[in-house]
């Protein structure tokens, strides 16, 4: 009587796969630099909201788009070291 075809066919080896690198730690600095642009960039903009209008010639009047882009870019930059964070 013919063999099946599953007896005759060798049987896999299972290899595992290799394993992945151990992601980096982040530094000590990570975590305050983190915190520290994130409360800049927001004290900088509340800054701008509150005594923008009350002080007469600022550079906070003068560039008054370029004060919330540079606030923003602040919490940005927290967010972007936030994924360094281990």
């Given amino acids: 009587m013919p063999k099946s075809r ?42 701008y909201y509150i005594i923008g209008n009350f002080v007469p010639v600022s550079f906070l009047e003068e560039q008054p788009n370029w004060n919330l882009a540079i606030g923003f870019s602040g919490i940005i930059m927290a967010l972007i070291l936030s994924t360094r964070w281990r």
Avoid: C
Wanted: no cysteine; hydrophobic share 50%.
């Fill in 6 to 47: 599953s007896v005759r066919k060798k049987k896999a080896v299972y290899t595992p796969p290799p394993t992945a690198p151990q992601p980096k730690i982040g530094g000590r600095w990570v975590a305050p630099a983190m915190l520290t642009f994130f409360f800049l960039g927001i004290l900088w903009i509340g800054v």
